[in-house]
């Protein structure tokens, strides 16, 4: 059972940063391809980045392409969303999950392709 935890979620102004992390347990995280997805009331969750086992290959969203990066150190177990420029229409529920696939070179970019998920962290970006 591999077990998802999310941290850095928080408030921010708009234009301003923040740095999700997501901590994998009980399972070899270096062998999962990892995503990040956002959901708000009443909509689908949206895949906003995601990157193969090996860091080979990512995947960004148009929606946050050039603001966000995700990256992973494999050694720590984490997998990280760096998020700049922050707008208002990015408060949301953020969600990070695990593809146990763990292809080398294919980023699973929608939820269903997806495995296990973390319990969300709000993000919320006033104008």
């Known amino acids: 059972q591999v077990q998802l935890v999310e941290s850095g979620g928080g408030s921010v102004q708009a234009g301003g940063s923040l740095r999700l992390s997501c901590v994998a347990s009980?399972?070899?995280?270096?062998?999962?391809?990892m995503g990040w997805f956002r959901q708000t009331p009443g909509k689908e969750r949206e895949c906003l980045a995601a990157?193969?086992?090996?860091?080979?290959?990512?995947y960004y969203a148009d929606s946050v392409k050039g603001r966000f990066t995700i990256s992973r150190i494999n050694a720590k177990n984490t997998v990280f969303l760096q998020m700049n420029s922050l707008k208002p229409e990015d408060t949301a529920v953020y969600y990070c999950?695990?593809?146990?696939?763990?292809?080398?070179?294919?980023?699973?970019?929608?939820?269903?392709?997806?495995?296990?998920w973390g319990q969300g962290t709000q993000v919320t970006v006033s104008s």
């Open positions: 999950a695990a593809d146990l696939r763990g292809s080398i070179w294919y980023v699973a970019k929608v939820a269903h392709e997806y495995d296990y």
């Open positions: 009980g399972g070899t995280f270096s062998s999962y391809g």
């Open positions: 990157i193969t086992r090996s860091s080979g290959t990512t």
